[in-house]
């Protein structure tokens, strides 16, 4: 509860800012420790505890009294009302060198790890870097529009934005636009999300409608693909639900990996990884990593579709695909065949449990194996890993802490050898930590 909850002004504190959370709030201790919005390590501030909860306190920054050296003038107009960032306001290589620290930390922590050696981060561009997003959109009456965006930080309201700077500029200049037109159709109010996904092809745009849009909002939406050079796609109950507008959205969506002459196709709904160069520069880096001879046998788990699979299959490796989501599997299959690579296989498997031994999967003798798990980790096929007993390992993580714990499991009950480490920089300005992890056989 907040003083002003009591009746009572805040009282303004001033303080240094010695680290940043995950979230990239500034952390204040001496006393309770308290998080603030907005302060960098190394500043000293003014705030007030505006909310105190059992474990913390959560501050809001009233004045930076000394500023860091490294705090740089926020790009976006809507930063620290928007929730898509959090870091604008710190310089890139400091955004990076704390998500390494966050890294680390984590590792010892979690994992009880030293890491022997560093690899330099994987970097892209800084702004216009995302093609994968879910903006949401919100007919407001009293402004008598809609409103589009990415939620407002601790907050569940929709952003009002004007455009986006870390939206790929197909989609990040197009938000007042599309403002102005679902403010214009009949169904705005029944219109709450917008998902968008920037192909190499096209720009896809996924309405999510819980009523069915009228003839004359069909013509509004048809003109503005027109003008915009957009497709529409319209979104009535589950992912199976999604259907183009138009007969040309029809054609497939994909993206290149050049490097390995492949062309990846996917549905508008379809996991792919958010920023293209970085993808680009990670399966680079995940294939030489893991470096496969020619002929060895390679498992790539919670493949999607083929991402890294097809990249390593180029390279001259056998490799196995195996995934959760059966229409990722039928993609990645597709895939393999279009670039004639009949050297990936690909097997359907819930992964979030132990995988039964006689999976026809687990047949092969795997010399590599690559996984790249959601945020809750891999923790059910560790025992797999170890029973396989790969020459190495290759772990790219969403989660330095699920990322932490496992390597430890696999380090200290398993007897790998974490080799190398390094952090993605797949979401800069935002709090997100990815990263990657080469272990060895011991």
């Given at each position: 509860?907040?003083?002003?909850?009591?009746?009572?002004?805040?009282?303004?504190?001033?303080?240094?800012?010695?680290?940043?959370?995950?979230?990239?709030?500034?952390?204040?201790?001496?006393?309770?420790?308290?998080?603030?919005?907005?302060?960098?390590?190394?500043?000293?501030?003014?705030?007030?505890?505006?909310?105190?909860?059992r474990q913390h306190d959560e501050g809001r920054l009233l004045e930076v009294l000394e500023a860091s050296p490294e705090r740089v003038a926020p790009r976006c107009a809507h930063f620290g009302v928007c929730g898509g960032c959090v870091l604008q306001h710190l310089q890139a290589g400091a955004q990076l060198a704390a998500k390494q620290q966050e890294l680390a930390d984590s590792l010892e922590r979690l994992g009880g790890l030293t890491c022997p050696e560093w690899l330099a981060p994987v970097t892209g561009a800084v702004w216009g870097y995302r093609?994968?997003?879910?903006?949401?959109?919100?007919?407001?009456?009293?402004?008598?529009?809609?409103?589009?965006?990415?939620?407002?930080?601790?907050?569940?309201?929709?952003a009002d934005l004007n455009r986006c700077e870390v939206l790929n500029e197909a989609v990040g200049g197009l938000i007042a636009p599309l403002g102005a037109l679902?403010?214009?159709?009949?169904?705005?109010?029944?219109?709450p999300q917008i998902e968008?996904?920037?192909?190499?092809n096209a720009t896809a745009l996924v309405l999510r409608v819980l009523a069915a849009p009228t003839a004359a909002d069909l013509a509004r939406l048809r003109a503005f693909a027109a003008q915009h050079r957009v497709r529409w796609y319209l979104q009535s109950g589950g992912p199976q639900t999604v259907a183009p507008l138009d007969a040309l959205a029809s054609e497939p969506l994909?993206?290149?990996?050049?490097?390995?002459?492949?062309?990846?196709?996917?549905?508008?709904?379809?996991?792919?990884?958010?920023?293209?160069?970085?993808?680009?520069?990670?399966?680079?880096r995940a294939v030489a990593l893991l470096a496969p001879a020619a002929g060895d046998a390679v498992l790539d788990l919670y493949c999607g579709l083929g991402n890294f699979t097809l990249p390593l299959a180029r390279a001259g490796a056998q490799v196995v695909g195996v995934e959760g989501e059966r229409s990722l599997i039928e993609r990645?299959?597709?895939?393999?065949a279009l670039n004639g690579l009949a050297t990936a296989e690909f097997h359907v498997a819930d992964l979030a449990v132990a995988p039964e031994p006689s999976a026809p999967w687990l047949r092969h003798h795997y010399s590599h194996v690559l996984l790249d798990p959601p945020r809750i980790g891999a923790r059910a096929v560790l025992p797999l890993l170890a029973a396989l007993r790969p020459q190495r390992i290759l772990y790219v993580s969403c989660h330095p802490g699920s990322l932490a714990?496992?390597?430890?499991?696999?380090?200290?009950?398993?007897?790998?050898?974490?080799?190398?480490?390094?952090?993605?920089?797949?979401?800069?300005?935002?709090?997100?930590?990815?990263?990657?992890?080469?272990?060895?056989?011991?």
């Open positions: 509860m907040s003083d002003g909850a009591r009746g009572l002004p805040p009282q303004a504190e001033s303080a240094h800012v010695l680290g940043l959370t995950h979230e990239g709030e500034g952390v204040v201790r001496g006393g309770k420790t308290v998080f603030i919005p907005g302060a960098l390590p190394g500043e000293r501030v003014r705030f007030v505890r505006a909310r105190r909860r093609r994968r997003a879910r903006l949401g959109a919100k007919y407001v009456a009293k402004k008598e529009r809609v409103v589009i965006g990415f939620r407002e930080r601790n907050a569940p309201y929709v679902i403010s214009a159709l009949d169904i705005r109010a029944q219109l968008v996904a920037v192909a190499e994909y993206y290149t990996l050049p490097e390995f002459n492949l062309r990846v196709e996917f549905a508008p709904t379809d996991f792919v990884q958010i920023n293209a160069a970085v993808n680009r520069a990670l399966v680079a990645a299959r597709h895939n393999a714990r496992d390597l430890g499991v696999l380090v200290h009950e398993h007897g790998f050898k974490l080799e190398a480490a390094g952090v993605i920089d797949m979401f800069p300005h935002t709090g997100h930590v990815e990263s990657l992890a080469l272990l060895q056989a011991s």
